[in-house]
């Protein structure tokens, strides 16, 4: 399953780059990407691991910017 | 604005406000006055800082920005250390509302997303978000509103404003029947249409997800410039930290100078204005470019597409037209009306390419009751009784069994014969010469690419080769093969590659239906008239929404533009970095000096990549 989800208040550009290589370290993420520009987050993971997926993506990507939220 | 800056600001003011004050404290009070106004300022960098810390991230902004004014504060500069933090927070902020900004002004451009669908279902008009319409539901769309997903006209009537897809206002008429694509405005009635794609699929889904995803494509400026910041900020960490030992060490010079001047290196050591203002310049222009109709799939295409040294174009739909027109009627002993007349009406029943170029170019109203015994005569024309007359229309072997000569027209193109019988005698009457056109603007596509500084233009076509040449001088290509297969069109590919030099690049444009193996060979693949085609958009590297070649010169256009804007950028940033970083080695800068090449250079850089939007 592929989604595109919004993210907030995503100010750095070193930033999402540096979220893009933690959720592509996750198990199971077959693509992620992470437009800094566009403010979008692109995942592709299999469908019965998404929902856990995703959580976990939201965990890392907080620990990287705790400002920047991903709208669901 | 959003909350979180407005409340920088704030603080912002707030203690830079009473900073002045702080003279007239007694001097014990000081220090600590000075460090309320830097809590109060900088409190969520020391705060990052930390956390970052916390989380294994060593090398950030924070970070840095902490230990520079910390360390100012330990050597006893308390003013300096909160107007670093100061102007720091300043610049951030100035650097996060223009980031936001022209994030804003190239969504705007793109902003081409239907909000909402009005779908009929039983007797309700119910309105949806686009998403939720299946295919062969039927969509109510009022004038002015903008087409949501892509369907088949099946009530109304109006003209569509295609600019946002194509770039070109140039209105649309459809009727009953006609395709409607999605993200074209309706201008002037009420039309019902049925959806023949869902969202996903749609037209517009498929433009704004391809613009969307270029900035991942990245150029080989962008690669470079990721590679060097890794290095760079560890680079210039350690030679803060030789700084601040060495010299006092080797020269027992007192430590606090340097440790000044280690402090003005963590400063510069922040990437960010060339991290951020390399990608923002590609987007900027991959926005402008969309905005006329061009989409370029990536920013490493809008580098190889800046170089482009040799142009191949395919003839037949990306020069021509692709479609017969009546070029000249020469009668014979009869007006020219009544011949196209004649052989419009004798091809009344006919679906070739040809009849139908012979009655657009008629025009009227063909009357079938006009004609009688049609009889169609295959590979040579067509016979009928018109108006009481019999008529023959058709080629050379048609009229010789008639007992006509007929001429061979000097220009290239098909002639259709026409002869008519009067008592019982078959005389002449002339002939009419059909030909592709070529596209109106083909000449000054080519005029303007070869102003631009391409080094060759190059036709190869399937066509012959009479047609071919008569084409390219009508246009100035400077070198036609013609007579191709598709397989010879990619090995000539190969050869004209050859003649580019190292840093050239060869495009290739054609209409993407017939030419992908092409397209794939060349370093570029340039698709035109992508509207509506799937394959075009497939194919290509960069697709020009509508017929015109001349796009293409505009596209190089932008491409160079946007990579001198990229350049600019990249040296800029990098020669005020080096210079402040000497200044700050040889003790000739301060702290100033240091937060301005940081944060000054990234909004510089910043609006230097806005250009990029506008072209």
């Known amino acids: 399953m592929k989604k595109t989800f919004k993210l907030q208040d995503l100010d750095c550009a070193n930033c999402a780059a540096k979220m893009e290589q933690a959720v592509r370290k996750i198990e199971g993420v077959e693509s992620a990407q992470i437009s800094f520009l566009s403010q979008k987050f692109t995942l592709c993971a299999p469908d019965d691991a998404f929902d856990a997926i995703v959580a976990e993506a939201i965990r890392v990507c907080k620990k990287i910017e705790p400002d920047c939220v991903i709208v669901l | ?41 900088g409190y969520d960098v020391l705060l990052k800082a930390a956390r970052n810390i916390a989380h294994g991230q060593v090398f950030d902004e924070n970070f840095l920005m902490c230990i520079a004014t910390v360390g100012a504060f330990l050597t ?23 980031v936001g900004k022209s994030r804003a002004s190239i969504a705007a451009l793109m902003d081409i997303r239907p909000d909402m669908a009005r779908v009929r279902r039983g007797e309700a008009l119910l309105e949806v978000s686009p998403e939720e319409v299946a295919v062969g539901e039927t969509i109510v769309v009022s004038p002015g509103e903008r087409i949501p997903l892509d369907g088949v006209v099946c009530l109304g009537r109006s003209t569509l404003d295609t600019a946002a897809l194509t770039g ?46 270029a900035a991942s494509k990245k150029a080989k400026a962008e690669t470079f410039i ?19 030992i060495l010299p006092p060490l080797l020269t027992a010079a007192p430590f606090t100078p340097w440790l000044h001047r280690a402090l003005i290196f963590l400063v510069i050591s922040c990437p960010c204005a060339l991290v951020i203002s390399v990608p923002l310049g590609f987007f900027g222009g991959i926005g402008g470019a969309s905005r006329r109709g061009i989409l370029i799939k ?4 809008m580098e190889t597409l800046a170089n482009t040294q040799i142009i191949v174009m395919d003839k037949t739909g990306t020069l021509t037209e692709g479609s017969f027109t009546v070029q000249a009627i020469c009668p014979e002993n009869i007006e020219a009306d009544r011949l196209i007349e004649l052989a419009a009406l004798a091809e ?5 390419p040809i009849a139908q170029s012979l009655r657009q170019a008629f025009g009227g109203e063909i009357e079938l009751g006009r004609i009688a015994e049609v009889t169609e005569i295959a590979g040579q024309g067509v016979t009928a009784r018109i108006d009481g007359t019999m008529a023959a229309v058709g080629n050379a072997k048609l009229m010789a069994q008639y007992g006509i000569q007929t001429e061979v027209p000097v220009e290239p193109g098909t002639a259709v014969y026409a002869a ?18 070529i596209k109106p603007d083909a000449a000054a596509a080519l005029a303007s ?39 010879d069109k990619v090995a000539w590919m190969e050869r004209l590659k050859t003649e580019c030099t190292k840093s050239g690049t060869l495009a290739f444009v054609g209409d993407g239906i017939n030419d992908a193996p092409v397209l794939a060979q060349a370093d570029i693949g340039i698709a035109m008239g992508g509207l509506g085609s799937d394959a075009a958009i497939e194919a290509a590297d960069i697709v020009i929404m509508d017929d015109r070649p001349s796009k293409i010169s505009v596209a190089i256009g932008i491409a160079r533009r946007t990579l001198g804007i990229v350049k600019q950028n990249i040296w800029f940033a990098l020669a005020v970095k080096f210079v402040v970083l000497l200044l700050g080695a040889l003790g000739r800068t301060n702290m100033w000096g240091a937060v301005f090449a940081d944060v000054g250079v990234s909004v510089i850089a910043i609006l230097n990549s806005m250009r990029a939007l506008k072209s």
Not at chain 2, 77 to 98: C, D, I, K, R, T
Not at chain 2, 298 to 301: D, F, I, R, T, V
Not at chain 2, 348 to 352: G, K, P, R, T
Not at chain 2, 453 to 461: C, E, F, N, Y
Request: with cysteine; aromatic share 10%.
């Open chain 2, 348 to 352: 009344a029943y006919s679906s070739h």
């Open chain 2, 1 to 41: 604005m959003s909350k979180k800056q407005k409340r920088v600001i704030a603080r912002i003011a707030l203690s830079g406000l009473a900073l002045p004050l702080f003279h007239l404290a007694p001097a014990p009070l000081r220090l600590w006055l000075y460090l309320a106004a830097y809590l109060l300022a």
């Open chain 2, 298 to 301: 990536g920013s490493n295409y």
């Open chain 2, 226 to 244: 990721t590679h060097f910041a890794r290095y760079y900020t560890p680079c210039v960490v350690i030679g803060a930290a030789l700084l601040a």
């Open chain 2, 449 to 487: 690419l070869h102003k631009c500084g391409i080094r060759k233009s190059v036709m190869l076509t399937g066509d012959a080769q009479a047609v071919a040449e008569y084409t390219a001088s009508q246009i100035g290509i400077d070198e036609v093969h013609a007579g191709l297969l598709p397989e």
């Open chain 2, 168 to 213: 070109e206002s140039l209105p649309r008429d459809v009727a009953e029947g006609s395709e409607a694509l999605s993200g074209c405005i309706n201008r002037t009635g009420v039309l019902e249409i049925r959806v023949a794609k869902e969202f996903g699929e749609s037209t517009v889904s498929k433009i704004l997800e391809l613009v969307e995803h």
């Open chain 2, 420 to 437: 008519l019988e009067t008592a019982g005698q078959w005389s002449y009457a002339g002939y009419i010469r059909i030909a592709d056109t």
């Open chain 2, 76 to 98: 006893g500069e308390y003013p300096e250390a909160v107007f670093v933090m100061l102007f720091y927070q300043v610049g951030a902020l100035f650097e996060s509302y223009a």
